[in-house]
């Protein structure tokens, strides 16, 4: 495949896509409509729509995937995997068939969802309580002056989030709240703002070509490095 | 050491997880089968979410986001439910509910089964309604925001949504008064901040898990969130709307595992500097 429809083709869509929809967000490009929408209004509410049908059909083609993985698995009977694949893809159908032909809102799916998904996905997260409450107990020590910092912080943090003890101390809002909006806040903005400078860069390095890690393996010839 | 004799500090500067598992567990379970009661603060934050509720005029259109997956219910399902109830005893509130997390619809409907909207004299269609999952997160929040009709034409029963009086006069972003969002995601939370609240201005308040909320902080410090809470604080909500449930009891098992985990902290270090001051220290 030529390099024009590898990279160059590909870039100029990003391109025109990312710069159409950048205008529409930004600015009120003239001409107007009656209702004062620019020119670009109509063109980027088609390409969301489609971004939200590619997005559902990255679903069933994510699920097609997993059939595919999962049953050379299965067909190979890899060991310690096999029956796993086999169980995942068991879910899978069961899941589609009750919500196929019942409907992801009836009593069986809905029954089905509750029983097993649900409950296994609540536990699973719940059960991180537990690991924080081992991890705290080691981690907050006296050990050096960062740590002070840290357990004293953490304290302080934890104390103000169990409710009755922020009612009978209420200096701990205070402080959690000097600790939440000014040192949380203040290093949260400068990590956000670092992330969106990067995210500026790299959306200009793929508008323009320079980043192609979306195009998959090109040669560094299609990348336009050359030869070094 | 290998040979010798543990100490009693020994034991407490290293107590297996097993046993901190164990005594947690007893502080979780105690209080949901008898729960104590203990008083909880209404916060700031949880004022202001209330206020801004309680502010909205007959005829208000408030967009749900629910966008919080099967293992963020237990903290964010109570939230969602008080809130609800909150709108419901509102006049003339209409309540237009989407997901951004695909367990969104599945999780909405169980909300519903706990608040039974007829209580309230609420009714399908013409006071609440779900518009179904829509795929694409950031991407289905700017399209919704543009045009939502031609982003979903029917509800998440695949009903068309034209067939229902509360979509009267919705057309767009501009044509909501508050948005609300309750997500275990944090593209989410942020999201509506770029999507909705930088382009058309609409007034917006999201319910995060508790470790979520630093990271919403300075949006909200920057008056582009009215209020953040976590889930967690559900308690304070309810005691607002003055409808118990969930959150009052999990407020008791909050307090109660706190203190055990600043119990622990201080075990902890009792144990390691006692054993530093007997030589012993690492």
Known sequence: MSTTLKKTIPVAIVFVVAMLVMMDYFIVTPPTDAAGKSWTSGAVKDLQNWGIILTAFSLGFGAVNLFYFHSKHISRRTPKQWMFSLWLLLVIVTFTVVGVFMGPNSTSYQWLYNASYFALSATVYSSLGFYMTSGLYRALRFKNIESAIFMVVGVIVLAKNAPALAVYYPALAAWGSFIENVLTTSAQRGIMIGGALGAISLGIRTMTGRETGFLGKLTEEEKGGGTA | ?282
């Open chain 2, 1 to 282: 050491m290998s040979g010798q004799r543990k100490g009693i500090w020994d034991y407490l500067e290293d107590i297996p997880r097993e046993v901190l598992y164990a005594v947690l567990l007893v502080f979780f379970v105690a209080p949901m089968i008898y729960p104590l009661g203990l008083p909880v603060p209404i916060t700031a934050n949880v004022r202001k979410w209330y206020a801004t509720i309680d502010a909205l005029q007959p005829g208000s259109v408030v967009m749900i986001d629910f966008g919080y997956s099967g293992g963020g219910e237990p903290e964010l399902g109570p939230m969602a439910v008080v809130v609800y109830k909150h709108l419901f005893q509102k006049e003339g509130v209409k309540v237009i509910c989407m997901s951004t997390s695909i367990e969104g619809t599945q999780l909405w409907d169980k909300a519903m089964a706990e608040i039974n909207p007829s209580r309230y004299g609420a009714e399908y269609g013409v006071d609440y309604i779900h518009i179904g999952y829509i795929a694409g997160g950031e991407t289905a929040m700017a399209a919704i925001g543009k045009d939502l009709r031609a982003t979903t034409s029917t509800d998440y029963h695949g009903d068309p949504l034209d067939q229902f009086p509360i979509m009267e006069g919705i057309v767009d972003a501009t044509s909501f008064d508050l948005l609300i969002c309750y997500t275990t995601g944090g593209d989410q939370s942020e999201g509506w901040v770029r999507q909705w609240y930088t382009v058309y201005g609409t007034p917006y308040m999201c319910s995060v898990l508790a470790m979520m909320v630093p990271t919403m902080l300075p949006y909200m410090n920057a008056g582009q969130i009215i209020s953040v809470t976590s889930g967690a604080q559900a308690g304070e909500m309810e005691s607002l709307v003055r409808a118990p449930a969930r959150g009052i009891k999990s407020a008791d098992v909050i307090t109660l595992t706190h203190i055990l985990c600043l119990a622990y902290v201080v075990i902890g270090n009792v144990a390691y500097l006692a054993k530093k001051s007997q030589g012993g220290g690492k």
